[in-house]
Nanobody
Framework: QVQLVESGGGSVQTGGSVRLSCAASGYTYNNFCMAWYRQAPGKEREGVAAIDSDGVTTYVDSVKGRFTISKDTENLYLQMNNLKPEDAATYTC???????????????????WGKGTLVTISS
């Protein structure tokens, strides 16, 4: 059973940084896509950053140059720098075991989702 468990959220000041982690377990696929999505209250969920099994990364335009997605054998990370009020959201990690990369910052078709971690931005 694939499990994705996020951590690292919290309250951060505008301009600050935070690193999110996602512990991933239960899968043995060699080709996959993992991504971070976010959803703010009253808004649709959007893909933020994605990485495939070869280490290729994509980002939504609004976070380029500020966010960095990375992974190791057991974890997915999102380093978030120069945070803005509009970055406040629940961030969820996801894995696609079949379709690979989708649009910028997304996987093609997510198979499993984590439960999310909340990031709030204070001025």
């Amino acid at each position: 059973q694939v499990q994705l468990v996020e951590s690292g959220g919290g309250s951060v000041q505008t301009g600050g940084s935070v690193r999110l982690s996602c512990a991933a377990s239960g899968y043995t696929y060699n080709n996959f896509c993992m991504a971070w999505y976010r959803q703010a209250p009253g808004k649709e969920r959007e893909g933020v950053a994605a990485i495939d099994s070869d280490g290729v990364t994509t980002y939504v335009d609004s976070v380029k140059g500020r966010f960095t997605i990375s992974k190791d054998t057991e974890n997915l990370y999102l380093q978030m720098n120069n945070l803005k009020p509009e970055d406040a959201a629940t961030y969820t990690c996801a894995i696609d075991l079949h379709y690979g990369m989708g649009s910028a910052g997304e996987c093609g078709q997510v198979d499993y989702w984590g439960k999310g971690t909340l990031v709030t931005i204070s001025s």
